[in-house]
């Protein structure tokens, strides 16, 4: 920022809201922020020359990252691929991106010893550039161990075919799975960064995807609408798993998405340490009153939560892709929650616990104004997913 605001430097801005924007796209790289100012000289500082600027920088930034990718060996490809979500986060490997560094394109964090992204921007390019490769050679769902790494699978695979995704309708269906909800429209252009849900900020023209940087975060993704679209166009919620949306473990975390946010209390002072840089990285809505930052960070447009999951609803037809994904031995389909003949011969409390959970967790939605639909596999095969062989 001293870069950008002495006015001995080369890379004075006068404007303040110029130098934001800099700063924002380029982070700390000085040739990066020097030409960026260059930019600024060109174009000029009205909010729409702003965006000529980012675009200039990140079509720059992507021809880095195609060198980069020219230059990386085939096994560091697919490592960096495989954990595309680490990468957003600021927790990938930086032996495998050190080159990147000499793009401008990463930092190397202190403290961790990982490789951050220098800005959003940055960030943006690295991930749709392996997003594409990932879409290109995706491993079929099944194939991959039942359990925490299908779901990490799971959660790189939506993260690529988001990355862009066009405009379509996919049948989704109820919370238990026994009834067809209306059809959700997923569409984004371009994919950020972001760490608390007040940065998850509508662009002009172009939808969103915002990919959370704490590895805590209560969903996996949320996309957020161009500022000039329909504001019927909600924002929606998305979030993945292998076991199905009645199952207790996940209720219990959807049921946290309507909890109230905590009190606030002010930290200690201490030394920095080892474990800093991955609590810089929490959330305040990882400990309650997510649904309530979404919606005051967009009281204007309905919110719609996306429940994948890598199994088959009752109601979704057969399509030879079920049963893709029961991590827990879960039952087959959701809509076996709290029914069935042997349910109903033998019913014990734990059994029972899910059925009320689940009414919570309805009436806590319907309160908040938050629409519910579980999109299975036959919906996550027509996004693009590759679920089987």
Known sequence: MDFLSDKESPGYLQDPTARKRVHYVCGGVLRSLFDATRAVGLYGTSPADLDKMEGHMRSDMEDSCKKWMAEASPDILEKCKSSIANLVRGS???????PAYDQGLVALAPLDRAAVPVSSVAASVLHAALAKLLRASFKPLDEEDVGSRRGFALEAQLHAVLDPCTRRAIPTFSLDGRARSKAVTLRADYALPFLTATETTPA???SVLYLPKASGYPCDAIIVPAA?????????LLESSVTPPT???????LLAWFKAAPPQCKAAKRKATQADSAEAKRAP???GGFIDMVKAAHPTRPVVAVLCWLG???AGGDSGDGGAGHADGAAASV???GAGGAAKTKQSTKQKQPESKKQRLTEAAKAKGVELCVLDTSG???LGVRTTR
């Open 204 to 206: 002009a023209t172009t």
């Open 92 to 98: 990938a490997r930086w032996k495998d991106l050190k």
């Open 380 to 382: 996550l095969h027509i």
């Open 312 to 314: 088959r609803c009752e």
């Open 335 to 337: 809509a076996a929650d």
């Open 228 to 236: 000039n679209s329909d504001l019927t166009e909600p924002v929606v």
């Open 285 to 287: 809505e990882e400990f």
């Open 247 to 253: 199952d207790d473990g996940r209720l219990n975390k």
